[in-house]
């Protein structure tokens, strides 16, 4: 039996200036979604991966009765709560506010471990600025990470973790690659300045074995710490290096209600495999992803990514089409990327980006999007280019920096510009302040002229194989058999995407068909509209649209627009709406223009 009477929960006190401080910025910095979450936790492991690949578990567990018991007394309940009901005595954290007053953790508490295997694990001493566990544990907007293919650079990522904590708590438990002892553990809550019977605090708590000489909590190490992780869920295996993180009172800040346990483990599926099949399906597999238990792998090649995953297959072997003609084909193309001048390192060099580019099967998932990602190989985005009108769908990657086959400086020169062209949460490629202080100008045209020349290049792809192959032309008889073909538009920055669209006559009406798709966790709301054209594609005059049918969700017509609203839990609706009755002439020889858009109800 191991004795926990030395560990403690340290807070520093308020200074005697009388300055408080509220909500750590480093949390609002993140949207707070389940896919961040899972992003950020599988890019800390991925960064931290030692000898070429490394594994991560993720497993929910829900602590009662006995265990529950032993969790508490080990982690000092009664102590934590103390400072946790002076946090939500201020009512300045609503999440804090909320879990002390539905006093769930009477009877149970929620714990999420994040266990990655192969990783360098949480080495360093307890001041040792440079280093991981400093990094991870005390620290706050500062980062470590010297790779340029590193998925981290802003040293906020690690905020997710107490984001997504009811409690505001987190613990650490891990096997360093480079120390002696094969067990570590440390914990921290991330709340705010708060007040108890014992006075005034500040809002950062360590949790760990009391040091008598600094009068602070210092990180327990090996079978003290073994045992003590035990009881708090948070272990970590002894048999491989790397980091065990355990969110406390595990909850998605985005919701209301309580998830359950298979619907948690499978949104973290979803996001693992939707954002790092580059990593998990490449020839070496830097990175495997369990959920649940260590035999339960994610499989991007088993779930809607998997058109996706043929492409890193034909990059790394090198194995082409040589022209798009049928579903399946794959072919490649390199675009020039030039790289502006660094302030400190001078000259750049100039290198390309390999774009792979898959004939889509009509009814695929993820179609007509383009994957964006560089050397730590996540999804950094999912570009949707679904309004080329006559072009085939299609699935494509954009392969960059250190990702691509052996790189050279070239590659490595953009890796680190694509990095500073990433914001806290990673999820686009745009000018960034980082981008501002690191790069001289014209930094921004030369990132815009890169994605025109990419855009342009799969544009011509997909169209022009359109036109000449087989497939294209009977598509586009089949879609538009009177008339011109309805032009198609998409609102700017919509979160609904649009794909499948296609329409034909029959009863003097145009009947449309397609496919809406929302891909964040909230309710949203689709909307379409029609008008016809003049001679340069302009709208004039509105068609008001009739009878819409869907296959979820809900469709209703206002003022001859179709509007169709979905819940949180529904990701794509099929939708078939029809034109008001149009005269013979317009069927034939008028185009229509179809606007859809759509947003989200947050």
Known sequence: ????????????????????????????????????????????????????????????????????????DSIKWDNHMDHLEGVAKTGRMKKIKKFVEEGEYEDRIRVLKVEDRGCEGLNGGEEEEDSNFYA???????THKSSD???????????????????GTVIYSSNPADEDSDARLFGRTMVIDHETVDGSYQGNGLFGKYDEEKGIAVSLWGDEAHEIAKNLGADHSRKYTGTSISVVGFSDPTRQERMSQNKIHEKIRDSASKYFWPAIESKDQRLSVYVGNETNHVKPAERDEQPF?????????????????????????RIEAKVPEHYEDGETENTEVDLVIRIAEDDADYANRLAKFRGSRMVVSYDIKNNWLGSNSFHAMLVCGEARNEPNKGDRDLEKFLKAAEPPEHDKW??????RNTYKQPYKKKLDDMMDRVEKELKSAVT????????????????????????????PG??????????????????????????EDAEWVAHITASNTDEDG????????????????????????????????TDQVQFEVKTEELPERALRHEAINLRTGGEVNR
Request: include cysteine; hydrophobic fraction near 30%; aromatic fraction near 8%.
């Open 464 to 491: 022009q194989q359109a036109e000449i192959g087989e497939k294209g032309a009977e598509k586009l008889s089949e879609m538009f058999p009177f008339g011109k073909a309805p032009v198609e538009s998409e609102t």
């Open 1 to 72: 039996m191991i004795n926990v009477v030395n560990t403690c929960w340290y807070y520093d006190e308020a200074p005697d200036s009388g300055i408080k401080k509220g909500i750590n910025p480093s949390e609002m910095a993140f949207e707070g979604d389940f896919d961040t979450f899972v992003r950020e936790a599988l890019q800390n492991s991925n960064d931290a991966v030692k000898n070429g690949n490394g594994s991560v578990i993720f497993q929910l567990q829900e602590l009662e009765g006995d265990r529950l018991q032993r969790f508490k």
């Open 309 to 333: 995953v043929e492409l890193p297959q034909a990059y790394e072997e090198q194995s082409f089409d040589e022209e798009l003609e049928k579903e399946g084909d794959i072919i490649q193309k």
């Open 494 to 519: 919509s979160s609904v995407s649009f794909s499948n669209r296609s329409g034909h006559v029959e009863d003097g009406r145009w009947h449309l068909t397609g496919k809406a798709e929302c891909e």
């Open 136 to 142: 991870l544990t005390k620290s706050v907007g500062l």
């Open 149 to 167: 293919s590193s998925g981290g650079s802003y040293g906020l990522g690690k905020s997710v973790y107490s984001k997504f904590s009811r409690a």
């Open 538 to 569: 302009g709208s004039l005059d509105k068609i008001e649209l009739e009878d819409p049918t869907v296959n979820a969700g809900d469709a209703r017509i206002e003022d001859g627009t179709c509007i169709i609203e979905a819940d949180s839990d």
């Open 430 to 435: 745009d000018s960034t302040e980082r981008m």
